[in-house]
């Protein structure tokens, strides 16, 4: 017998030494960047049915998860707006 998806439930994933955070919900699926809000989403309509839009979204979404340049140098301090330096 299987569990009755009623809420969401997430769970951390290591792809290409890349973390990343599934959430699946009774709605559907998303997978995002850990850290990051935005990200590839799923219905589980679209999955079942085949629709077309489905196959379009998947190969436009194929870079959002390109690389992204890390920055050179990090920097330690940061100048706030009254002049004073946060860690």
Do not use: C, H, Y
Not at 1 to 22: C, H, W
């Amino acid at each position: 017998m299987t569990t009755q998806l009623d809420k969401t439930l997430k769970r951390a994933v290591s792809i290409q030494g890349r973390d990343f955070v599934v959430s699946i919900s009774p709605e559907g699926l998303k997978l995002t960047l850990k850290g990051r809000r935005k990200g590839l989403e799923l219905r589980w309509v679209e999955l079942v049915t085949g629709d077309v839009a489905l196959t379009t979204a998947l190969n436009a979404s194929v870079g959002a998860f390109a690389a992204e340049p890390k920055p050179a140098v990090t920097p330690a301090r940061r100048r706030l707006k009254n002049g004073r330096l946060k860690r």
